[in-house]
């Protein structure tokens, strides 16, 4: 069964930290500046670095899977569907798999034991491309399923069986520094208010505002930037849901 991690590099490992628990992720085993894990539907590492590694305050998205079997599986199924793969092998984790989701973005794969989804938060973490239709066939291939589609098809979820999902949102012709196509965000269904009543006790600057499609908690992330934390979508006017 598939989950969706995303590794987030900061130099600010102790304020990811607090800013973690304080939507709703739950810590899971022993925290340090170098590492540390929230789960809740999908996980979230967070991974201390220094401010020289190219890295840091980036995000990448990786698929974990049960064993090696089926990271072989998955391999063959994306290989023989025409997606661009490559196969590597890292110290403490062994076999990988990095697969090219379009002309810039890549999405890694491992064997872990993912801890069951739990909790209101699940994750939700964004790619920026410019072909969300390529992008799509890339996740199908890898056995995620989707969920939500936008009637213009600039936007698509899709949805791992362990937890967590992956958004696909368009950026046309754009030009993107590649640090900035993929993006770190939650969806939350659960109480919006007392997530950001907490931040707020934290220091972290959180306000809840009015989408569309429901409500959203924007953070202040350590870096500066904002975290998105999206209210489950209810309104589905211009979007269509999948079975």
Do not use: C
Not at 8 to 36: M, V
Not at 90 to 117: F, K
Not at 149 to 177: E, R, Y
Request: no cysteine.
């Amino acid at each position: 069964m598939t989950a969706i991690q995303v590794i987030q590099f900061t130099q600010n490992p102790r304020e990811w930290r607090i800013l973690a628990e304080g939507i709703g992720l739950a810590a899971q085993g022993e925290a340090n500046d170098s590492w540390s894990e929230f789960d809740g539907r999908g996980m979230l590492a967070v991974h201390g670095v220094e401010s020289s590694d190219p890295l840091a305050g980036t995000a990448e998205i990786w698929m974990l899977v049960d064993d090696a079997a089926a990271l072989d599986a998955l391999e063959s199924r994306a290989t023989a569907e025409g997606v661009a793969i490559a196969r590597g092998e890292m110290e403490g984790i062994g076999a990988t798999l990095q697969i090219s989701v379009d002309d810039v973005t890549t999405v890694h794969v491992a064997v872990s034991a993912a801890r069951p989804p739990h909790g209101d938060v699940s994750l939700l973490p964004l790619i920026f491309t410019a072909d969300v239709d390529g992008a799509s066939r890339v996740l199908t291939a890898l056995g995620l399923t989707l969920k939500i589609t936008s009637d213009s098809g600039g936007w698509a979820v899709f949805d791992a069986k362990g937890g967590g999902s992956i958004a696909l949102h368009d950026i046309g012709s754009a030009s993107n520094p590649v640090a900035n196509r993929v993006g770190l965000s939650f969806e939350h269904r659960g109480d919006l208010d007392a997530a950001a009543e907490r931040l707020t006790a934290s220091g972290i600057d959180s306000t809840v505002v009015d989408e569309a499609y429901n409500r959203t908690l924007r953070a202040t992330t350590p870096e500066g930037s904002q975290l998105w934390v999206n209210g489950a979508q209810t309104d589905l006017y211009g979007y269509t849901e999948n079975s």
